[in-house]
């Protein structure tokens, strides 16, 4: 989906949200209150630009309006493999945007991602992922490494690793199996405004990912090690 008819079901004409480049922020108005949207478009590539463009609005948002809910829109192919980015350590600014969106959720802001189009890589760790919660449509593509890639990491035959992704949500991309894994909360359908209203409602900033993982048969054992350790 083209952010503009989403902008549009979320919050109709309600909203001053703009196309900057790749990034598309402003505010809206929902049932009453309003909201900071941040986010990219067009399965934008996560440069340094575009990584301090999108942390500049949540801390203008921390700064000047406490308490406000943010929404993070995510559709991005990660981050930009450009030689400048390497060198200026876009991982750096990545990890900054990271950072931004945790200092929010602790002063009090409640912040909701969604996931509208496509979410790959360290763009959608720094984002949506670091979010209270983060939802999809049904038809976007999730996935944080390609198989070869894993393979190469991993030093594990990719033949292996695709046997694997048939029955093991951790190993195989799409969106169902990120729901599986906890890392998506449910997929939107239907009123997506109601459904905006209903996450900002529900938010809650125990991070519940690993419990609904194992709940849901996506990652069997990430909530019983992460006891154990703070048990330890």
């Known amino acids: ?25 402003g505010t809206a108005q929902l049932q009453g209150q309003t909201l900071t949207v941040v986010g990219t478009t067009d399965h934008a590539a996560i440069g340094v630009e575009t990584a301090l463009a999108q942390a500049k609005v949540i801390l203008d948002t921390v700064q000047n309006h ?8 995510v559709d991005t192919q990660g981050q930009r493999l450009r ?31 969604l996931v509208y189009d496509q979410a790959l890589s360290g763009g959608f760790i720094t984002s949506g992922l670091m979010a209270d919660a983060c939802y999809a449509l049904p ?13 190469r990491v991993t030093k594990i035959n990719q033949d292996v690793l695709e046997a694997l992704s048939l029955t093991n949500p ?8 990120y729901v599986a894994m906890g890392g998506i909360q449910s997929l939107w359908r ?3 405004k109601q459904c905006l209203a209903d996450a900002l409602n529900g938010a809650n900033l125990v991070d519940q990912r690993a419990t609904l993982g194992a709940e849901r048969g996506g990652r069997a054992l990430a909530a019983r090690v992460a006891q154990q350790v703070l048990a330890a």
């Not at 989906?1 to 922020?25: C, K, Y």
Request: charged share 25%.
């Open 1 to 25: 989906m083209n952010w503009q008819p989403l902008v549009q079901a979320l919050f109709g004409d309600d909203h001053t949200i703009e196309r900057n480049g790749d990034v598309i922020s």
């Open 66 to 73: 406490p308490g406000r809910a943010i929404v993070l829109l």
């Open 83 to 113: 030689h400048r980015d390497e060198l200026l350590c876009i991982n750096r600014y990545m990890a900054h945007l990271g950072c931004c969106v945790d200092l929010a959720r602790r002063s009090g802001h409640r912040v909701i991602g």
């Open 190 to 192: 239907g009123d997506l």
């Open 170 to 177: 951790v190993f195989a991309p799409g969106v169902d199996n």
């Open 139 to 151: 038809e976007a593509e999730i996935r944080v490494m390609r198989l070869p890639a894993m393979a």
